[in-house]
């Protein structure tokens, strides 16, 4: 996973894997889906973002991983 904010514009995306994105859902104003054509979700674009969200924070961040999620060494 990627984050960019691009400041000049107030347009944050996160971009979530490889694949090119083919298609997009608006989810709500100026909040968008990209997905292939599979329907896969690959980003979300958010518009404005500072006026919907607080940028410092989703600029840092906590990872937190579930031990069950981890891979497990075989001997």
């Not at 971009?15 to 329907?39: A, H």
């Not at 896969?40 to 840092?60: C, N, Q």
């Amino acid at each position: 996973m990627k984050v960019y904010y691009d400041k000049e514009v107030d347009a944050l995306y996160i971009k979530l894997g490889n694949k090119t994105p083919e298609g997009v859902i608006e989810i709500t104003e100026g909040v968008n889906l990209d997905t292939t054509s599979e329907g896969k979700i690959v980003g979300l674009e958010i518009l404005d973002a500072s006026k919907k969200m607080d940028i410092k924070t989703i600029l840092t961040y906590t990872l937190e991983l579930d031990k069950k999620l981890t891979p497990q060494k075989t001997a």
